[in-house]
T-cell receptor
Framework: GQNIDQPTEMTATEGAIVQINCTYQTSGFNGLFWYQQHAGEAPTFLSYNVLDGLEEKGRFSSFLSRSKGYSYLLLKELQMKDSASYLCAPENTGFQKLVFGTGTRLLVSP | DAGVTQSPTHLIKTRGQQVTLRCSPKSGHDTVSWYQQALGQGPQFIFQYYEEEERQRGNFPDRFSGHQFPNYSSELNVNALLLGDSALYLC?????????????FGPGTRLTVT
């Protein structure tokens, strides 16, 4: 079967650091995407990890452990505009099929 | 360089009707995947088109069908609409044989079935 597990909701304050964890079980695995989605809008690409380790891109970093079926998204220097849902999406082998969970809703307060 | 585009933005239909949604992929991309996102849920994979053929399909009934044109644009058709089909329909564009890790979503079509 396929299962994606993320916390439903997280809260943090402006300027802080937050880590959103994701564990997954999928039938086949190519890599893992992270998307940001503001309410009523389409998902926006944040990162794609294929190899184990940490990839840093500005304020956002993403980590992958293939053997553990685990990833996290690290957001630094939080801003109010970072309030959104964050979707972890493993990519099945073969043909770029993404499997989404329900995502993590992040609320950033002043 | 235009990104992924979808039309229409919003649509209201009644039960039993049929609907067609459209998607144009990002320039340089040849693969279109369709997703359904119900309120409060993550996107669910419907199917994917590459080289004008359905390459793989998710767990959706035959009422959901699609097409891809020679210019790589795609249509999603839903027949015999049910109230439960109300959702945001997203298309994602990527390169079938090219760089991995590129899947970009369009703005979506919000379908309401009454």
């Amino acid at each position: 079967g396929q299962n994606i597990d993320q916390p439903t909701e997280m809260t943090a304050t402006e300027g802080a650091i937050v880590q959103i964890n994701c564990t997954y079980q999928t039938s086949g695995f190519n890599g893992l995407f992270w998307y940001q989605q503001h309410a009523g809008e389409a998902p926006t690409f944040l990162s794609y990890n294929v190899l184990d380790g940490l990839e840093e891109k500005g304020r956002f970093s993403s980590f992958l452990s293939r053997s553990k079926g685990y990833s996290y998204l690290l957001l630094k220097e939080l801003q109010m505009k970072d309030s959104a849902s964050y979707l972890c999406a493993p990519e099945n082998t073969g043909f770029q099929k993404l499997v989404f969970g329900t995502g993590t809703r992040l609320l950033v307060s002043p | 360089d235009a990104g992924v585009t979808q039309s229409p933005t919003h649509l209201i239909k009644t039960r039993g009707q049929q609907v067609t949604l459209r998607c144009s992929p990002k320039s340089g991309h040849d693969t279109v995947s369709w997703y359904q996102q119900a309120l409060g849920q993550g996107p669910q994979f419907i199917f994917q088109y590459y080289e004008e053929e359905e390459r793989q399909r998710g767990n959706f009934p035959d009422r959901f069908s699609g097409h891809q044109f020679p210019n790589y644009s795609s249509e999603l058709n839903v027949n015999a609409l049910l109230l439960g089909d109300s959702a945001l329909y997203l298309c994602a564009s990527s390169s079938g044989m090219g760089v991995r890790g590129e899947q970009y979503f369009g703005p979506g079509t919000r379908l309401t079935v009454t």
